[in-house]
């Protein structure tokens, strides 16, 4: 499931999960969507962006892992600085991406998120 508020950027996400091979069942806008297609959709694994309108990504984090704590979380955003990246962990997110990324970042970080479970 990819959740980023710029179309632009969800597109680009969803093109290179694709061309890995993994399978999009969703994407959102914002935090509160994310949170009620999850309820329906129950990815294994999220792209989720920090900065949104309506529910933010931290708010989303923690909203996810009520619903379902095993899901694992790569939070991809241009908000870097570190005290946002510890509160992404410590809500249950497996994985930290910045914004801009290219491909291979983005598939290096999504092999090292789901190594154990394949």
Do not use: H, W
């Amino acid at each position: 499931m990819v959740v980023d508020d710029s179309l632009v950027i969800r597109e680009k996400i969803a093109q290179i999960l694709e061309s890995e091979d993994y399978e999009i069942v969703g994407t959102a806008q914002n935090g509160i969507e994310a949170v009620e297609q999850f309820k329906q959709l129950k990815p294994d694994v999220m792209t989720l962006d920090i900065t949104m309108p309506l529910m933010d990504g931290l708010e989303t984090i923690q909203a996810i892992m009520d619903i379902e704590d095993s899901v694992r979380i790569l939070v991809i955003s241009a908000l870097a600085d570190k005290a946002t990246l510890i509160n992404a962990m410590k809500l249950g997110a497996y994985g930290f991406l910045c914004k801009p990324f290219n491909d291979m970042d983005l598939a290096d970080a999504l092999e090292e998120l789901v190594e154990d479970l394949i």
